[in-house]
Structures are given as C-alpha cells and as structure tokens.
C-alpha cells in the first residue's frame, strides 16, 4: 500500500469556497511536501513543512502536519477556477533518500 | 531562463526497441530523478542520482537503464525489457537531496506502436 494516501480522490467546489485535501503515511518522516499538477504537465512544489512544524502558510495556502496521527491537510481558501489541478502530498521517509508521492486528489472548482 | 528541460513531448516505442529521453537542467542541482506516472496516479520513483557518476534503483527501475557523466543531464532508457512502458515520464533535479524542493520537468509521453 501506499506511503502516501490522499483524501478525497476527488473534490468538486464552488468558486470562492474552500478546499480541503488530507494526506496520511505510515512510517516517520523527516519533511512533508506539497505538489500540484496540471493536466499533462510536470509538477510544481507548492510548500514543504518539516516534521518539527505543526502548520506553514504561503498566500492561500494552509498546510498542516500532525506526526502523532501520521497526516497533513492542504487548504486552499477562496478557490479559483485556476486552482483546477490534481494536488500530491510526498513524504521524505527517514533513512530513505528519496520522496514518496501520493496518488493525489484531482481537484475541480467550479465557475 | 533556468529550468529543467525534457524532449521529447512524445515518444513512439516499437516492440523490441530501446528509447532514450533526455533530461537537462542548468540549475547546477547535483540531484536528479526520474518518475513515471501512469494515468490517475501518482509518481513512482525508477531511479536517482545524488551526484555525477552514481546512481540508485528506485521503486521500479526494472527494465530501464540510466547515466550521469555530466551534472546537468540524466538520461533514462527504456528498454525492450520493459513490457509495459506507456506512460507519463517525469525527470526532477533538487539541491542535493531529497529534503529539499524538487523541480519538475514538463514530461514526457512514451507510447507503444
């Protein structure tokens, strides 16, 4: 099974409302990192929050972690029809020199 | 412009023939990755290199090959020993490691004629 699960798989919102996506994991990590893709396209990084933080903020994004229940949520508030994208949370697993990805959450906002 | 390249967008693969994609950055990033992405999923890990000449096996390196002779390129090659190789390749480079940002190429398609 996977390192990395997101939840829901899929989200469909209303412009101007907020958008939650959870991520869990099951081994310790040393950072925890949030990527968004748009359809047929490479990954852009959207924010990275290391294992000794509990929430980190850029513009509309809120991510959280939560160690002691292996999980992280992404917010996205006042969403925008350009938020449209699939979101992948990857964990850096300690002693593992590499990232492990989700399957994500392919989010859809509505004009 | 500093980046990370990949080419081609799409590549056409016949039964038998092994294909190379390239991968190119000039962020003098000494690591590089490579990914695939099969449709509705996430990235699986085919293999890494943290520095010129040396590389690992990642999740799913079987039946691909890999070389870093120069620090700004990382190519991969399919080969024919790969069965199932459609799907959405992805190269990234990072500082020096997988605790840092990863940035991503824009991809490429491999399809099987």
């Known amino acids: 099974s996977q390192q990395g699960e997101e939840d829901p798989q899929a989200l469909s919102i209303q412009e101007g409302e907020n958008a939650t996506m959870n991520c869990s994991y099951k081994?310790?990590?040393?950072?925890l990192q949030w990527y968004r893709q748009n359809s047929g396209r490479g990954l852009v990084h959207l924010i990275l929050?290391?294992?000794?933080?509990r929430e980190k903020h850029s513009g509309r994004l809120r991510v959280t972690l939560d160690t002691s229940k292996k999980s992280s949520s992404l917010l996205i508030t006042a969403s925008r029809a350009a938020d449209t994208a699939s979101y992948f949370c990857?964990?850096?697993?300690?002693?593992?020199?590499?990232?492990?990805f989700g399957q994500g959450t392919r989010l859809t906002i509505n004009p | 412009d500093g980046g990370i390249t990949q080419s081609p967008k799409y590549l056409f693969r016949k039964e038998g023939q092994n294909v190379t994609l390239s991968c190119e950055q000039n962020?003098?990033?000494?690591?590089m990755y490579w990914y695939r992405q099969d449709p509705g999923q996430g990235l699986r890990l085919i293999y890494y290199?943290?520095?010129?000449?040396?590389?690992q096996k990642g999740d799913i390196a079987e039946g691909y090959s890999v070389s870093r002779e120069k620090k700004e390129s990382f190519p991969l090659t399919v080969t024919s020993a790969q069965k199932n190789p459609t799907a959405f390749y992805l190269c990234?480079?990072?500082?020096?490691?997988?605790?840092?940002?990863?940035?991503f190429g824009p991809g490429t398609r491999l399809l099987v004629l």
């Open positions: 081994t310790s990590i040393n950072n």
């Open positions: 929050i290391r294992s000794n933080e």
């Open positions: 990857a964990t850096e697993i300690q002693g593992a020199q590499k990232l492990v």
């Open positions: 962020l003098n990033h000494d690591a």
């Open positions: 290199s943290q520095i010129v000449n040396d590389f």
């Open positions: 990234a480079s990072s500082e020096t490691g997988a605790r840092e940002t990863q940035y």
